[in-house]
C-alpha cells in the first residue's frame, strides 16, 4: 500500500468471540516508492498502473473561477483545523475524511457544492441552507447538500461540517 501512484488502502478487520468487529485502517510509512520501478519486468503490474488513474485537487480546480478557487482553500484550511482530516480528491469531488467521508466538496465554475455525510434528519439546520438529496442522485456521500458561492455563509457552514466530522469522526 505504500505506493505514492497506487490508490490503495489497506484495513486490518478483527472479529472478537463477544461478536464485536474492530476496524482499523493500516498508514503508510512515509517513504513512497513508485510501483513502475518494482514493474518493469511485470506487463500485468504495468497494464494495471496505466488503468489506475490519480486525481489532484488541481484538476478539480481547473474549470473555477479566481473568486472560487479562494473560497475553496479558505474552506480546505478551516476544514484541516479539524483533527484527523485527509484530503482524498476522487474523480468527481474531493472528499475530507476522518474515519469515514465527513464533506465531499464538488468544485464548480461559480460555486463549491459541498455533500455533508449525515443521515437525513440528523443536521441541526436551522436557516435551513442543506438542501435533502436523499431521494435524488448525486455524487458525494450523505443525505445534505450545500452550495457555498462566497464566504458570507461561510460561518454556518463550517458549523454544519463540524457536525458532520462529529458523526463521522472516529
Not at 132 to 159: C, K
Amino acid at each position: 500500500i505504500n505506493f505514492k501512484d497506487l490508490p490503495i488502502e489497506l484495513w486490518e478487520i478483527r472479529r472478537y468471540d463477544n461478536g464485536t468487529v474492530a476496524y482499523q485502517q493500516i498508514k503508510t510509512s512515509g517513504a513512497q516508492e513508485s510501483v513502475k520501478t518494482i514493474s518493469r519486468q511485470d506487463d500485468t503490474v504495468k497494464q494495471v498502473a496505466k488503468e489506475i488513474k490519480v486525481y489532484t485537487e488541481d484538476e478539480h480546480l481547473q474549470k473555477a473561477t479566481e473568486a472560487i478557487k479562494e473560497l475553496y482553500d479558505t474552506v480546505r484550511t478551516a476544514i484541516l483545523t479539524f483533527d484527523d482530516i485527509e484530503v482524498k480528491p476522487k474523480k468527481k469531488y474531493i472528499a475530507f475524511v476522518a474515519g469515514s467521508n465527513v464533506v465531499d466538496i464538488h468544485i464548480q465554475k461559480n460555486a463549491l457544492k459541498l455533500w455533508l455525510n449525515v443521515t437525513f434528519g440528523e443536521l441541526d439546520d436551522p436557516k435551513q441552507m442543506a438542501r435533502n438529496v436523499a431521494t435524488i442522485g448525486h455524487w458525494g456521500n450523505g443525505d445534505y447538500e450545500v452550495v457555498l458561492n462566497d464566504e458570507a455563509e461561510l460561518e454556518y457552514v463550517m458549523g454544519l461540517i463540524r457536525q458532520s466530522k462529529k458523526i463521522n469522526g472516529k
